[in-house]
């Protein structure tokens, strides 16, 4: 499952220095649970995002693990701390092994 | 009515899988969370969810946790096939040690938030939510 996934991040496009934001994150994806049966009863296989990371230059902001539980099209809201300018690096980890990221520049002001 | 000998016995398997349900979800939460907590004492507090008290659909309920000064929060469904739901680990640069998300509920259950202190300590919250409608397709 790797059609059709598309990251979305909302991120402030200033920060004063040393303050708080918050980030709003959205991958586009199924999260096939792997509980789910088709038509014939066969189990559909599970395929979800195992792992999100962000990180704001090269320092872990948050490092979050999923479980099928997580509603398709997962969604994260977290808060980070901007000590300078500089780049949010979000990462998103498939189970088929595929691994989606974009990234986010803030500047101080 | 009279049962065929056929259906007496899939009657009775029936009513064992339903006697044995309960105890194996049960079981694999407390499993879980020992996971978590490598057996420690988890005390009540020091973590807040917030999920609602009824959620007409249980694919997507929303959920957030905070516990001031705790490096990670695991959040685990008591009534889901599977009972761990998402485990947020707070880096350096994180602002506050909040978090929200959407979940899954399979069913009226109860979910609990569990976080792991700095100091190694664990605390807990719980909440009932009310499903309508299951989340886990049939």
């Given amino acids: 499952m790797a059609s059709g996934v598309k ?23 199924k999260m096939e649970s792997g509980q789910r049966k088709d038509k014939e009863g066969t189990v559909i296989a599970r395929s979800i995002i195992n792992r999100f990371t962000c990180e704001f230059n090269g320092k872990s902001v948050i490092d979050i693990t999923l479980e099928p539980a997580i509603s398709s099209n997962p969604y994260f809201q977290f808060d980070a701390t901007v000590p300078e300018a500089g780049d949010f690096v979000f990462t998103w980890y498939d189970d088929d092994g595929s691994v989606y990221d974009t990234r986010k520049s803030v500047a101080i002001g | 009515m009279e049962l065929s000998r056929r259906e007496t016995i899939a009657f009775g398997l029936g009513a064992v899988a339903l ?15 020992a996971g978590f907590t490598g057996g420690a004492n988890v005390t009540d507090g020091g973590v807040t969810l917030t999920a609602p008290e009824i959620a007409e659909n249980g694919n997507t309920v929303p959920i957030a946790v905070a516990a001031p000064g705790a490096v990670a929060i695991m959040v685990i469904a008591t009534g889901n096939p599977e009972s761990a739901v998402v485990t947020f680990n707070f880096g350096e640069l994180a602002a506050s040690q909040s978090a929200a998300t959407r979940i899954r509920l399979a069913g009226t259950q109860d979910v609990v938030a569990i976080a792991k202190m700095a100091d190694g300590s664990f605390g807990r919250a719980t909440s009932v939510v009310k499903v309508t409608i299951g989340g886990c397709g049939g």
Avoid: N
């Fill in chain 1, 7 to 29: 990251p979305r991040v909302k991120v402030p496009k200033t920060a004063a220095a040393g303050s708080a934001i918050t980030i709003k994150t959205l991958i586009s994806h």
């Fill in chain 2, 19 to 33: 006697s044995v349900m309960p105890f194996r979800v049960a079981a694999s939460a407390d499993d879980v969370i």
